[in-house]
């Protein structure tokens, strides 16, 4: 399986959310008196559950022949963590000296001694955001990982923990959410889109290209239509099955992706290479380009769909630079490591 066109989606993902952030929360607050672009983008929040279910996707595509093989679940959870904590750490660390460097910035926790290491383990504490906002979905990673390894582990183990979690998660869903701690964010109903991409991994093999396009088009018509309802229309389902709804659309795109064979342009694949950088480090950066741009007067001369497309493109940057000059390297010197390792 080519990856492109689901590093196409990465990217698509990434900078929906970015774009929702901007739109939603920046724009209105910083340049134009409650303003925004317009609330049709106010849907990107959920690239986040695109790439939740890509998430469950690829984990099962890569790993399905390593259950009941205890050997591979160290690996497994060294090359997660490599994955997932590095770059996160650097975006974190920089985040906390500039609220350190300039008094009154930031959250409360920002200064508090537990919360910060909370964040940089990724270990949620009650009722506390992580310090760089949007880490809870990297908390939600971590924790999908943990259960995914133990089918690595022991498999018929595994697959009872997987099937508590699951019907844990199905109950919060019908009976409206668990509200004590940690049960609230264990059985968040956005952790049965991990279930949704392991699915979409089993029947993959199944599905023939023509079936993989026409997916495709229908995930992409279902994701928008949800989107442009609850936006335009204010039509939307109960709040704890909004996830659901797009997870479902998320996972017919997947699957087009995977097996429809569709163009993927090379700007748009090296952006879902770079899509994690660009998601770690968005809000900062437009936090940071606000107050430059406020400063210049560039809100004056520019519409607010005009000030989101110079966002988006400021964020971009950003992340590309980040992923060019720190993630790649990172991660080129993590593998090296271990060919090393394993040579000797």
């Not at 959310?17 to 609330?39: E, R, S, W």
């Not at 595509?61 to 679940?73: E, I, L, R, S």
């Not at 429809?260 to 899509?275: C, I, M």
Request: hydrophobic fraction near 55%; proline fraction near 5%.
């Amino acid at each position: 399986m080519k990856l492109d066109g689901l590093q196409c989606g990465r990217a698509v993902a990434a900078l929906m959310v970015a774009i929702f952030h901007a739109n939603l929360f920046l724009l209105p607050a910083k340049f134009y008196d409650g303003q925004g672009a317009g609330a049709i983008f106010n849907f990107g929040y959920a690239g986040v559950e695109f790439f939740f279910v890509l998430s469950g996707f690829i984990m099962m595509y890569v790993h399905d022949k390593d259950f009941g093989q205890p050997a591979q679940t160290v690996t497994f959870l060294k090359k997660r963590i490599i994955r997932i904590y590095p770059i996160y750490w650097v975006v974190l660390t920089g985040l906390i000296l500039l609220y350190f460097a300039s008094p009154g910035s930031g959250p409360e926790n920002a200064r508090d001694g537990q919360s910060i290491l909370a964040s940089y383990l990724l270990v949620p504490l009650p009722g506390e955001d992580p310090i760089l906002r949007v880490a809870w979905t990297l908390q939600h990673e971590m924790l999908f990982y943990l259960i995914f390894s133990v089918l690595l582990l022991n498999i018929r183990l595994g697959i009872a923990l997987c099937a508590l979690w699951g019907l844990g998660c199905v109950y919060a869903l019908l009976t409206g959410g668990l509200q004590s701690f940690p049960l609230d964010m264990v059985f968040k109903s956005h952790n049965l889109l991990f279930v949704f991409g392991i699915v979409a991994a089993k029947i993959l093999p199944k599905v023939t290209r023509t079936t993989a396009v026409l997916c495709f088009w229908i995930g992409v018509a279902t994701f928008l239509g949800q989107g442009m309802l609850e936006t335009l229309a204010h039509l939307t389902l109960p709040k704890n099955a909004i996830p659901l709804g797009y997870g479902l659309s998320a996972t017919l795109v997947i699957l087009g992706l995977a097996k429809g064979e569709l163009p993927a342009p090379r700007w748009l694949t090296y952006l879902g290479d770079a899509s994690y950088s660009i998601y770690l480090v968005h809000m900062p950066t437009m936090a940071i380009a606000a107050v430059l741009l406020r400063k210049l007067g560039v809100h004056g001369m520019l519409p607010p769909l005009a000030m989101l497309v110079l966002i988006t493109g400021i964020i971009t940057v950003a992340g590309v630079i980040l992923h060019a000059f720190v993630e790649k390297p990172l991660m080129n010197a993590f593998k090296r490591k271990q060919a090393a390792r394993v040579a000797t």
